[in-house]
């Protein structure tokens, strides 16, 4: 999970400590509702409507979490693997606080796959 850019020894041992192996969560978008880095909803009659993220769950995870991908985002300009790239396409599109969040949030997910299916995190090569 340390290979993860933006996941720490200190966040990594906050997360293996609160959620253990992740079994518990059918994928990783719940581990991400769980710890509210996802957007709240308020949709009706097939009018989707998205607020701010949800902020519940673990605070300090979240905050350990949203705090390595804002550390990420810092240092991606001059790189030009596939991630940087996603990651300057999201903030060309959003503002950098949105766009630190959506990193965030896709880190949980990959860290719940990882944990889940007991994997070791291999980047994407970029093209």
């Known amino acids: ?34 710890l509210g880095l996802v957007p709240s909803q308020h949709s009706s009659g097939g009018k989707e409507r998205l607020g701010g993220i949800s902020k519940r769950g673990d605070k300090r995870l979240r905050t350990l979490i949203i705090h390595g991908a804002r550390a990420v985002i810092r240092f991606c300009e001059a790189k030009t693997d596939a991630r940087s790239q996603w ?28 944990l889940a299916r007991n994997e070791v995190y291999r980047p994407a090569v970029a093209m």
């Open 1 to 34: 999970m340390l290979a993860i850019e933006g996941v720490g020894p200190i966040s990594a041992s906050a997360i293996v400590t609160a959620i253990g192996n992740g079994t518990q969560f059918k994928n990783g978008r719940e581990l991400a509702a769980w």
């Open 87 to 114: 990651i300057k396409g999201l903030i060309s599109r959003r503002n950098k606080n949105i766009a630190t969040v959506g990193l965030a949030n896709k880190n949980a997910r990959i860290i719940w796959s990882l």
